[in-house]
């Protein structure tokens, strides 16, 4: 509507992998920004920083840094009038929330706590809420359906998306909130987290090491691009309405084994296998039925593995 303001998005996690890219995405389309972020030190500072450079340049982008735990600042920082809120915010990884699970809950659970209270307070219309396919666990059904129970995490980390999600129904069934709560299924694309296994397996077979490899190679993973996650976040933004959870996912699982294959393909190297045995808390299959969020959100992931890999590798051998 001509004459009207921007709308404004509040985004945790804002110079994360996937925050960084939505934050760009929505600016580019005309959305006024505001990227909260800790800058956590479980990956190191400067490749988040690298991350926002091109946001910075962006009038409409405003960075606050902030810990999601923190009620009095989130409340001080998240603006009268915010359309939305994405809570991307999280302390990730299945294997370090075994190490240190308390620590998790206090992020994940009481954090995504503390950023509905004030999206209550702000009475910000939508809220959409960062969930995971972990939450699954070793479901035998597949592919992983919204209304499958899940009931039975196999790690802290996968405990506390699932209670997230919980928080976030209870807080629509009270306050009457439009909530939104995206599983995304493993995503890749330029600025993966460095410990993940694509960037950590690209980085490791280019410089001639090891890579190390749980189980026998059988474990399945739906490897989803980051472009087609963004798109579906978007479109979850502009879409949210009551309380509904969406799998996006590439609903194209592949084993790690084809998974090294496509990356040796996509680097034109052969990968040293260092074998070692599956860690608690993996999970054997993960498999997305989008067909919900293709129904009610116009969500069409097409961005194939050997042609994400290929623009991952080109990502990455430019910042070396």
Known sequence: MSGARPRTIFVTGGAGFIGSHLCETLLERGDSVIAYD?????YD???????IDACLKNENYRLVEGDIRDAAMVKAVLPQECDAVVHLAARAGVRPSIADPLLYQDVNVNGT?????AARERDVRSFIFASSSSVYGNNEKVPFSESDVVDHPISPYAAT????ELICHTYHHLFKMNITCLRFFTVYGARQRPDLAIHKFTRLIEKGKPIPVFGDGSMMRDHTYIDDIIRGVVAAIDRCE??????LGESEPVSLSDLISSIEAALGKKAII?????????VNKTYADVSLARAELGYEPSTHLAEGLERFVAWYRGQC
């Open 38 to 42: 800790s800058f956590d030190p479980f």
């Open 45 to 51: 500072e400067a490749v988040k920083r690298r991350n």
């Open 113 to 117: 706590n503390v950023m509905l209270e």
């Open 161 to 164: 998306k699932k209670a997230g």
């Open 242 to 247: 009551g309380y509904a959870i969406y799998n």
């Open 274 to 282: 260092d074998r070692k045995p599956v860690p608690p808390g993996d």
